[in-house]
Antibody, heavy 121, light 107 residues
Framework: EVQLVESGGGLVQPGGSLRLSCAASGFTFSSYWMSWVRQAPGKGLEWVANIKQDGSEKYYVDSVKGRFTISRDNAKNSLYLQMNSLRAEDTAVYYC??????????????WGKGTTVTVSS | DIQMTQSPSSLSASVGDRVTITCRASQSISSYLNWYQQKPGKAPKLLIYAASSLQSGVPSRFSGSGSGTDFTLTISSLQPEDFATYYCQQSYSTRETFGQGTKLEIK
């Protein structure tokens, strides 16, 4: 079964750090771009970052650039999001998603259940 | 960044109704437009990719159309399980963006 399982969320103080993980199974992880998408309480979806299969390309939404770092370990079938200098507005459920880019168009076809990050003092 | 604007933001409809949700991009995105369904407390689910291609396993009552800047998601005959929030998303730009969502409620 194709599956993504996020972990690492929790309560952190403003200015603190947290590292999210996403464990992939049931597919060839190293063949796919991967993304992080977040959803603040009661709000819509926001794409956060994505990373190419070999990690050579990474892109970020402007609001997290310089604070968050996306990375992957293909040997461990794992995706990561290192979050530093956290702010209250980073409070959200963070989803890991697989990006299908095998054809001409790109889309997120597999999603994890999410992990909750709360930034509060 | 490319801005995605959905309308309406919310919609009340009845089982059996035909419903259309619109998504407009701030610049041309060709057919790099995807639609997702999200139910409360659940992860989003891909419905339509490349503007009009139905994802495997998604009922045929869902359809998508459009290209360039204007797109629509149509549900031909609403079923009870379709009441949810729908999001469009552009993948034309390396910095992908979502619309603000359309909440579909039972009338």
């Amino acid at each position: 079964e194709v599956q993504l399982v996020e972990s690492g969320g929790g309560l952190v103080q403003p200015g603190g750090s947290l590292r999210l993980s996403c464990a992939a199974s049931g597919f060839t992880f190293s063949s796919y771009w991967m993304s992080w998408v977040r959803q603040a309480p009661g709000k819509g979806l926001e794409w956060v970052a994505n990373i190419k299969q070999d990690g050579s390309e990474k892109y970020y939404v402007d609001s997290v650039k310089g604070r968050f770092t996306i990375s992957r370990d293909n040997a461990k079938n794992s995706l990561y999001l290192q979050m530093n200098s956290l702010r209250a507005e980073d409070t959200a459920v963070y989803y890991c998603a697989r990006e299908e880019r095998g054809g001409y168009y790109y889309y997120m076809d597999v999603w994890g259940k999410g992990t909750t990050v709360t930034v509060s003092s | 960044d490319i801005q995605m604007t959905q309308s309406p933001s919310s919609l009340s409809a009845s089982v059996g109704d035909r419903v259309t949700i619109t998504c407009r991009a701030s610049q041309s995105i060709s057919s790099y437009l995807n639609w997702y369904q999200q139910k409360p407390g659940k992860a989003p689910k891909l419905l339509i990719y490349a503007a009009s291609s139905l994802q495997s396993g998604v009922p045929s009552r869902f359809s998508g159309s459009g290209s360039g800047t204007d797109f629509t998601l149509t549900i031909s005959s609403l079923q009870p399980e379709d009441f949810a929030t729908y999001y469009c998303q552009q993948s034309y730009s390396t910095r992908e963006t979502f619309g603000q969502g359309t909440k579909l409620e039972i009338k």
